[in-house]
């Protein structure tokens, strides 16, 4: 089956870039989802199909996908960024739908 | 506006079954896959499956094969997963997600709040 792997955990400062990355094999084939979540919530779409953002999320959120590698990048990183973060893909081979183990991101 | 609004919590004892229901409002219920993903306690995000409430077809992960049925009523538009022979490590947040679009490999843009599972004898 396919896996998505994320760093268990990223820390940046304020005002700092935050990169998080989702390695899976030629995930630049498929399209990558990347959801935030707080403790307590569920979790919130902040970038879909590689790079594109939903209505009501900042542009500081981007993301790209190429190769085996995808990258959620927050810019100008604030303290409410705090979360964590997984991506997402649909493997197109078996029709599942597959999570990357998740990246806590912590602003320093 | 879109909403997907969950049952309430549960407490099963192992071996019993569970069934969450997903009351949708302000889109089209019959257009959009509604997946189910759960959260134990401390842990990451699995997908459990997807039900198409136009067909009824499914696609169960093979982790819950034999074990999760995911139905449909399109006249009140709400989703059902049904979870048979609990054990403890089913305990988890349960949510349901509609796409953001029509296909179903499309981002999970809207989430219900989140049902909460207690599996403990």
């Known amino acids: 089956s396919y896996v998505l792997t994320q760093p268990p955990s990223v820390s940046v400062a304020p005002g700092q870039t935050a990169r998080i990355t989702c390695g899976g094999t030629k995930i630049g084939s498929k399209s990558v989802h990347w959801y935030r979540q707080k403790p307590g919530q569920a979790p919130v779409l902040v970038v879909h199909?590689?790079?594109d953002r939903p209505s009501g999320i900042p542009e500081r959120f981007s993301g790209s996908n190429s190769g085996n590698t995808a990258t959620l990048t927050i810019s100008r990183v604030e303290a409410g960024d705090e979360a964590d973060f997984y991506c997402?893909?649909?493997?197109?081979?078996?029709?599942?739908?597959?999570f990357g183990g998740g990246t806590k991101l912590t602003v320093l | 506006q879109v909403q997907l609004v969950q049952s309430g919590a549960e407490v099963k004892k192992p071996g019993a079954s569970v069934k969450v229901s997903c009351k949708t409002s302000g889109y089209s219920f019959r257009n959009y896959y509604i997946h189910w993903v759960r959260q134990a306690p401390g842990q990451g995000l699995e997908w459990m499956g997807w039900v198409n409430p136009t067909s009824g077809g499914t696609m169960i992960g093979e982790k819950f094969q034999g074990r999760v049925t995911m139905t449909t009523v399109t006249s009140v538009s709400t989703a059902y997963m049904e979870l048979t022979g609990l054990k403890s490590d089913d305990t988890a947040v349960y949510y349901c997600a509609k796409g953001l679009e029509v296909t179903v490999g499309s981002g999970f843009g809207i989430w219900g709040q989140g049902t909460v599972v207690t599996v403990s004898s």
């Open positions: 199909d590689d790079r």
């Open positions: 997402q893909v649909w493997d197109s081979r078996s029709e599942f739908v597959v």
